[in-house]
């Protein structure tokens, strides 16, 4: 009998944390500066607190089902393993629109970018060069995927404390516009909108949860998944909470006249064009990061799901014996995300949203009804830990999605009902158990 192809285990906990760093992208505090300044009343540091607040209680649900089940396949797997089939098919099926839009959101993005530097250059050359770069990367291997983000996003955050220390000096040359006080006042903004603001930067945190699909690719994942998600919130929110903190306080007047183009004007505003040059090259290879992160996570989940033969298991649940990679779902993937060369960021962002969101409901719900219900861990510890702090990020990303626009929801309920519509087909056709996924762990 011939051996088991199987996914390759040997990422670190460095590789795992800058793979979860990429897809979150630290840049985003600039990218979107603009339209979360403008969200929550001007009190960014506020409403990342808060923000941060509401999201540890989502990551230290990820993280309690990382530790139950260490394998690749994130809420499908989560889900599908604590409540039934059925309702993790949905959840898998939902979160496939945060991951693979996300590849979208990244080449479109970056041909966008591209364009703005390089007018003679249409943005679908650069779509289209991003996308093959893409690829080809990940499908030689994870490992190479992982290193090269680890050099995008430490030029990321080489760039933020840069970019923290300019505002230093010259707060100590010129003298500062606020003064140094620890908790900035909110100048008559109402709390409503900065919890509204929070609402917006919540995004900012998205991505903490796409290392939990590489659990297969990672030696000892049961400790170094939880602790990556962990790690990464952690150092989002304090490279978040620096930067918004000191723009606060030496230019709590600052203005813009293009909520998009924000950062690059607060670029030009501290640091001149120099800066605003700089700040646009570590953005392109940010949005480079992001797509690749993108895709490994993506082409993973696509893996479980055939894998458990809710998808065609020949195809989507194969792997490269020499590369020992997901070769026909990276390229459909890839296939897929030239659909930018003709979606608008707008649409590709909306579906991000709902399917992340939906996603994050039910991992904390999962939680519940693994460690309450059927473990049935009843103790005073795990009922804090393991029903409450749950229940409070379930509240509060239930709150985040009322908030979603009219269309975002209309796109995503309708892609649920045709996830319900195929899941019924295939269970007719194909006979599937109950929960299939039970037994597809093996992993070396």
């Not at 700040?279 to 895709?295: D, E, K, N, R």
Request: glycine share 8%; with cysteine; hydrophobic share 55%.
């Amino acid at each position: 009998m011939p051996k088991e192809i199987t996914l390759k285990r040997n990422l670190s906990m460095t590789h795992v944390v800058t793979m979860g760093l990429a897809w979150m992208s630290p840049m985003i505090f600039f990218t979107s500066f603009g339209v979360l300044s403008e969200g929550s009343g001007g009190m960014m540091l506020a409403a990342y607190v808060l923000a941060f607040i509401a999201i540890i209680f989502t990551a230290a649900s990820y993280a309690q089902m990382a530790k139950a089940f260490p394998v690749s396949g994130s809420a499908y797997t989560y889900v599908t393993k604590s409540m039934n089939s059925f309702t993790g098919f949905l959840v898998g099926w939902v979160i496939l629109l945060d991951y693979l839009f996300s590849c979208i959101v990244a080449v479109l993005m970056f041909g966008i970018n591209l364009n703005a530097q390089f007018t003679t250059v249409p943005s679908f050359v650069w779509i289209l060069a991003l996308t093959l770069v893409i690829m080809v990367v990940n499908i030689i291997g994870i490992k190479s995927s992982a290193n090269l983000n680890k050099v995008f996003v430490t030029m990321q955050i080489l760039f933020i404390a840069g970019f923290c220390g300019l505002i230093v000096y010259n707060a100590t040359e010129y003298g500062l516009s606020a003064g140094w006080n620890p908790l900035p006042s909110t100048d008559g903004v109402s709390f409503s909108t900065i919890l509204a603001g929070a609402s917006l930067v919540c995004f900012s945190f998205l991505g903490f949860d796409s290392v939990t699909t590489m659990a297969e690719e990672t030696k000892d994942p049961k400790k170094t998944i939880p602790r990556a998600i962990m790690a990464i919130v952690l150092i989002a929110g304090a490279i978040y909470f620096v930067t918004a903190y000191l723009i606060q306080q030496m230019y709590p007047s600052f203005t813009f006249a293009n909520a998009e183009s924000a950062g690059f004007e607060l670029m030009q505003a501290i640091g001149g064009s120099g800066l605003a040059s700089i700040y646009t090259f570590v953005v392109i290879f940010a949005v480079l990061s992001q797509g690749m992160s993108s895709m490994t996570t993506v082409s993973r989940l696509l893996f479980v799901m055939g894998r458990s033969a809710i998808l065609p298991a020949k195809t989507f649940g194969s792997i490269h014996p020499k590369f020992r990679t997901p070769v026909f779902n990276i390229v459909l993937v890839s296939i897929i995300s030239l659909s930018a060369l003709f979606m608008s960021l707008d649409t590709a962002i909306k579906f991000v949203s709902f399917g992340a969101l939906t996603a994050f409901l039910f991992v904390n719900l999962s939680v519940i009804s693994h460690y309450i219900l059927r473990e049935k861990q009843r103790g005073a510890r795990n009922l804090l830990l393991r029903f409450f702090c749950p229940l409070l990020g379930a509240g509060f990303i239930l709150y985040l999605i009322t908030l979603l626009d009219l269309d975002s929801l209309l796109l995503g309920f309708s892609w649920l009902l045709l996830g319900s519509l195929y899941y019924g087909a295939v269970r007719i056709k194909r006979r599937i158990p109950a929960v299939s996924i039970a037994d597809a762990e093996g992993v070396s």
